[in-house]
Each structure stands twice: as C-alpha cells, then as structure tokens.
C-alpha cells in the first residue's frame, strides 16, 4: 500500500514557477514508476511526466517538455515536478501517481494516486 500527498501547488503569473512535490508512505517507494498528471475542468486526465524507480528513465509530455522537470529522491519518498515558464494552459490539478515496476504514459497503468493539487496561471 502506498499513500501520496502532494503540495506546492498555487496561483503564479504565466513565465513563472513552481515546484510540486509528493510524500509517500510505505516501504517499497523505490519499486515503484512515478508519474505526475494534471487534469483541467471539463477535460480528461493528461500524462505530464513520469520516472523509473532509479531516475534513469524519465518521460515528458510534448506540451511541457523543456519547462518541466521530475526527479525523485528515494530516501525522502518523494517525487518533485520543477515547473518553470508556465503557460495558463498549465492551469490544471496536478496528481502524483505511483505504479509498481515500469513506467507508463497512461493513467489506467498506475495504482495509486494522490488527492491533487490546484496550479494556476494567471495570463
């Protein structure tokens, strides 16, 4: 069983950033593939980033690639989105998601998922 919090997020003007982060519990946090989605009112749930177990292996969406970064540090149990240069496109819940093993771009792949976190971008 895993149970993620995320925090960090918030209103910032567009050309901002903003760092999200998400604390897991449990004790096998370095098996699992991390992903972070976000989901804007009236839309469906969209793939933002993902990262293996080890960090080795990272992922990105076509519309943040190169203003998003995800890490993870296993011994906090914690994975970080790093949001630079955000567009009000960007406005969305922000979910953290974790999946036992490999990554994956889709959300029906993971097995846990935490409560989400509001960012907003002002224009």
């Known amino acids: 069983q895993v149970q993620l919090v995320e925090s960090g997020g918030g209103l910032v003007q567009a050309g901002g950033s903003l760092r999200l982060s998400c604390a897991a519990s449990?004790?096998?946090?370095?098996?699992?593939?991390m992903g972070w989605f976000r989901q804007a009112p009236g839309k469906e749930r969209d793939f933002v980033a993902t990262?293996?177990?080890?960090?080795?292996?990272?992922y990105y969406a076509d519309s943040v690639k190169g203003r998003f970064t995800i890490s993870r540090d296993n011994a906090k149990k914690t994975v970080y989105l790093q949001m630079n240069s955000l567009k009000p496109e960007d406005t969305a819940i922000y979910y953290c998601?974790?999946?036992?093993?490999?990554?994956?771009?889709?959300?029906?792949?993971?097995?846990?998922w935490g409560q989400g976190t509001q960012v907003t971008v002002s224009s």
């Open positions: 990262i293996n177990y080890g960090g080795g292996t990272i």
């Open positions: 449990g004790r096998t946090f370095s098996s699992y593939a």
């Open positions: 998601a974790a999946k036992y093993g490999t990554t994956s771009t889709a959300p029906r792949g993971y097995d846990y």
